[in-house]
């Protein structure tokens, strides 16, 4: 079974960065995209950031020119930079690594920012 683990999270105040990492482990099959989701309290999961195997990446508009999402291929890894970051920022952040007829979810990392 394929296991999905974040690092990075935890409490920062506004205006400050945080890195966030993700691992995939198991994997016995070629990855499509890798990416950063986050859910608020009482909001539903959106996506924050995403790169594909190719190396194109898409962000959400909220995030954009404030995140950096990057990833290595060979240790299916992938990273978001957050700088700049906003007490709206603050949820829990989720990894994704989808191939092309699955995807897996990690347990996710908190991100708290103070105002």
């Known amino acids: 079974q394929v296991q999905v683990v974040e690092s990075g999270g935890g409490l920062v105040q506004a205006g400050g960065s945080l890195r966030l990492s993700c691992a995939a482990s198991r994997v016995r099959f070629s990855l499509n995209a890798m990416g950063w989701y986050r859910q608020a309290p009482g909001k539903e999961r959106e996506l924050v950031a995403r790169i594909f195997s190719a190396g194109s990446t898409n962000y959400a508009d909220s995030v954009k020119g404030r995140f950096t999402i990057s990833g290595d291929n060979a240790k299916n890894t992938v990273y978001l930079q957050m700088n700049s970051l906003k007490p709206e920022d603050t949820a829990v952040y989720y990894c994704?690594?989808?191939?092309?007829?699955?995807?897996?979810w990690g347990k996710g990392t908190l991100v708290t920012v103070s105002s």
């Open positions: 994704n690594v989808a191939g092309r007829w699955s995807h897996y």
